[in-house]
């Protein structure tokens, strides 16, 4: 018992980082499967072999939350824990032999099972990268909030005359600075007024640097964490 | 007085914190509840509701106004300051029973509020941030506007013949040169000949960068504003 | 003649710093008001205005040529030196009478007014940026242009087949990598295929930031020159 | 033959960096010449051009070949290393007389000539750049692939029933959520509901620096190579 628990909750063994990495590559690989299912021609041909594909992985996490509940060194703190009930979840559907009536409440269950990769080591890092940039993080998602209210209001004053349909309205107009600010430009919404281009220009250099700052400090605090 | 003057005019006690909060929620309470009211289906809906709130928040503010009369240490210094105008101008549409007439005119008068927010720390942490960094943002700004100006002179040669209507004038083409030099790239306007397309791909490879420099200075400034 | 000469060639007095000022003052309005001409509307209405103020400005440049040439210390060094060349070049079809015959190449020679803008010292700080950054500079922009070579040879690969037309030669299909890989993205054109999607995913993944180097580099620079 | 051997392979001589760069022009010369050769106009009227210099090209490479097989200090080992093995591949096709038949396979069998440009020093550089930042790269892909998944998961539930043909399947959306991410934005899918555009900002937000980091990671790497 101790052997398994060891295996199973540590990986200070070969055997447990075999352990830990099985479980990683079925779950990505689970996710493949339920991805690659989407595909009309995939699941058409394929549609058996994904279906005993689905079944043998979630039989394997079956397995794999009895292993946890019996081996687990104090049982009630792991199954009430965060990863106990995300477990649980994961295969909740089968249990409650679910898998043929609805489809979509089963999907929305497996989808929990992203929360398992997190798990992994290489996740807790994105993890802690975003904890240690929380304060400026802050900042910075309150000044792009009212960056992007701004520019929402400024273009619909600008635009709402000459296009009534696509800046309709301030918060609709709000997916128009979305896409701007954060130079995405997918070229659905976009001003045609001369006083609606000065605007976004003036928007534009003040404020696209701000809208990809966030993303950018999780990217820099993730780069830091390989020195610890 | 004296205790009603410190919670108005500081927040060193918790009355302070809560008085200066509530306004703050207010504000922006009034910003969202504007936006959304210029969506037809929940205008149509809800225009009793959201004219009611729109008439209490602005009673609210009234009432602010009047508090922060009454209990300004220097009364005429606060009636006269920035923040003094703002919070009159942010009301007087009201005070002048202008509700119902030009509800255009009102619409200007309210985005005043949005300059309330500055009084929050976090929107004076940017403005510092903005100050701290004006001697480099001027020259960004200088060669941005040159670098501008000569991508739409050049693409403006190269493009008039081959696209008379959308590279119609150099004034016209600096609304490509900012869509393409931001990265936006929205897809309205692009060049279709041989010489305008190794022009942009030069222009893009020297100067994305320093288009993109002003904003990216900001970000920076504001993420060392922490320290301070 | 000394005190002239003062005025004309050095800034070290008040008269010195507002020759140079008016100077560049005027070059800027003789840019604006040559790309303002290129809008038709305002060409037909005010076409006498914009004629006298371009003739004007041509007018100030001749005397600012005669004066240099008069007061310069040793004047053929002037005369023949790069600036000297481009002050008579940006004269040059007036003094030839050529202002009534061929418009589109006395366009060009006042296209070379730009360069007379160099002369001031925030534009000559921008070219010691470049010329620090020049060795990193070479690098990039060898390896930019290595990837656009191998993104489009590897797309016109992917896609020549599905879309003859867009992608129907690699020199064509270079456009397409300048757009994808500066993130520019205007959606003229864009793979379809599979091979050519998983292609741009991968190229843009290893590739995007290494496009924008070159330019983020300058900015850099730029940011640096105002320590010196 | 020791001269030979000096030229051929180092170049701590005037005669060996002249071979070097030599080389180096003439495989650029074949890629400009292979990459111009697919514009129809020009195959069309300058074909016969073309194809002596393509032959003349070849014919170069076949020499250096059997150079650097006669003067290799161990010949085996260059026969069998990874540049001995590419310099044999690019003649492979002309040595097997192959030129005529099966044109599509000549032309894969070509594309091994980008290899040999690796050899130049710049290239090598690049290798080094990457390798040195390995170990980020490592996480900002993992962490790359896993925001893209759950972002084109995501748009998959939010946006599928209203545009079924554009968000088919999730790795369908896979494309959207690149074009996205690395804010190319082309145009060709954006999601059209207000859930999925919700969750496009907030996805975008926290993720598009992140998807950018692993380039930005390689021309940070590269920047510093300069230094060595």
């Known amino acids: 018992m101790n052997a398994l628990r060891r295996i199973v909750w540590q990986n200070d063994t070969p055997a447990g980082r075999v352990f830990d990495s099985a479980v990683m590559a079925i779950i990505l690989a689970g996710l493949v499967l339920d991805s690659v299912a989407t595909v009309d021609d995939i699941a058409a041909r394929l549609g058996t072999v994904l279906g005993t594909a689905s079944t043998a992985i979630t039989g394997i996490f079956v397995t794999e939350y009895i292993l946890r509940v019996a081996t687990a060194p104090k049982r009630w703190k792991y199954i009430t824990s965060f990863y106990g ?112 281009r000065i605007f976004t220009t003036l928007v534009l250099l003040c404020g696209m640097a701000i809208v990809a700052a966030p993303a950018g400090l999780v990217a820099a605090a993730l780069t830091k964490t390989k020195e610890t």
Do not use: M, N
């Open 85 to 196: 009930v995300v477990d649980l979840a994961a295969i909740l559907p089968t249990l409650l032999g679910l898998d043929l009536r609805s489809i979509r409440a089963v999907r929305l269950f497996r989808l929990l099972r992203v929360l398992k990769v997190t798990r992994s080591r290489a996740v807790q890092r994105l993890g802690h990268a975003l904890l240690s940039v929380k304060e400026e993080a802050a900042i910075f998602v309150l000044t792009t909030g009212l960056l992007l209210y701004f520019a929402a209001t400024g273009i619909y004053f600008f635009e709402h005359e000459a296009q009534p349909d696509v800046f309709g309205s301030i918060p609709g107009s709000l997916w128009w600075a979305v896409a701007t600010l954060t130079t995405v430009g997918y070229g659905d919404t976009y001003p045609i007024t001369a006083g609606g």
